[in-house]
């Protein structure tokens, strides 16, 4: 079936245990898998990824996985990223099983009115599929508000508008942002917790201007030597490693996004000519490599890894420079070794 606007976040909040299938789908890649990961936790459940090339291989996978009891008892969520056509047929056979123990989600990007998948979604009950589309203006900054709330913020509508330019209306970038903030403010549902400006410049997303965002992009590069003159360059100080470490996960969200539609069958120049004039003429070569260079799988381990990084930083007395500098190192090496 498919899922109204103003319902859908009820539904991955406090999911029907009746729907096996959810498939998100649409221009709006990051409010996807923001929409995937509300369902994730909403669901209490740990994450099974499986690509869509591994269903289409096995078209029983999907029905023998979500029928599996998990090995520890608890409840999993499959995963399947990046989904297209190749996935119908599983999906039938999931659909059509007498029960499973785990449901799934599918990320898809823009689906034709004619896709098979989005068809089969809509028209079964067991399934629930919501296209996404980016917010803009008001709408932008209510989902600021409804998802902080999810995460026990109390936002204003100015804050909101902050938060909401300083993650270009992005999901994903906004739901790191929230939980780090919850984090650092002891707030949940239960102790709701006011986000302030305050917060805001020491913590937010848009804290880190200028060549920020250029560390991450030597290291994701594997440009190893020019990584290290830049860090002699700048000669980071503490203040200076949460906002490294933000532009690097604001690049990361941003190629998962691209890495995804390629491994769904689109080329490399394909996703890039589809950027337009959202990219920086100069950044095109860069993004190009990086898009070709790098897999979701490995786009994704990155993003966990200085998500647990910058919250280490946050919470510790220590110096965080050698930290930061360490994990861009590791980086560039694993480019390297990619090349």
């Given amino acids: 079936m498919k899922a109204q606007g103003g319902t859908i976040l009820r539904s991955v909040e406090l999911p029907d245990r009746s729907v096996r299938f959810y498939l998100f789908h649409g221009p709006d890649d990051a409010g996807s898998r923001g929409l995937a990961e509300r369902l994730l936790k909403g669901l209490g459940a740990e994450k099974l990824v499986i690509s869509g090339s591994a269903v289409k291989a ?8 979500a029928g599996a009891i998990s090995m520890f008892g608890g409840a999993r969520l499959i995963w399947v990223d ?13 659909l059509d099983a007498p029960a499973i123990e785990s449901p799934v989600v599918a990320i898809a990007g823009s689906l034709r009115k004619t896709s098979g998948l989005l068809k089969l979604a809509e028209a079964r009950g067991e399934a629930l599929a919501h296209a996404s589309y980016p917010p803009e203006g008001r709408d932008a900054h209510r989902m600021v508000i409804d998802a902080g709330r999810a995460e026990g913020l109390q936002i204003d509508a100015a804050v909101a508008a902050r938060l909401a330019a300083g993650c270009n209306a992005n999901a994903a970038i906004l739901g790191h942002e929230l939980t780090k903030f919850a984090l650092y403010l002891g707030a949940s549902p239960e102790r709701p917790q006011v986000l302030t400006y305050d917060v805001l410049d020491l913590l937010g997303a848009d804290s880190g201007e200028g060549d920020m965002m250029r560390l991450g992009d030597l290291a994701l590069a594997g440009r190893g030597n020019e990584l ?7 000669a980071l100080g503490s203040n200076e490693a949460i906002p490294v470490i933000r532009a690097l996960q604001r690049r990361l969200l941003q190629l998962a996004g691209l890495r995804a539609q390629v491994e769904q069958g689109k080329s ?3 996703v890039m000519t589809s ?4 990219l920086f003429w100069k950044d095109k070569a860069l993004m190009q490599q990086l898009v070709s260079g790098w897999s979701a799988e490995r786009l994704a381990a990155m993003l966990e890894r200085t998500a647990a990084l910058e ?3 946050i919470f510790s007395d220590e110096p965080p420079v050698a930290a930061l500098e360490e994990e861009l190192t590791t980086i560039a090496r694993a480019a390297q070794r990619r090349r």
């Fill in 311 to 313: 919250k280490t930083i």
């Fill in 268 to 270: 490399v120049d394909a």
């Fill in 58 to 65: 096995d078209p029983a996978l999907l029905a023998a996985e």
């Fill in 228 to 234: 290290f003159e830049e860090l002699d360059r700048v």
């Fill in 275 to 278: 950027m337009g004039k959202s």
């Fill in 82 to 94: 990046p989904a297209g056509e190749e996935i119908v047929e599983g999906l039938e056979a999931l």
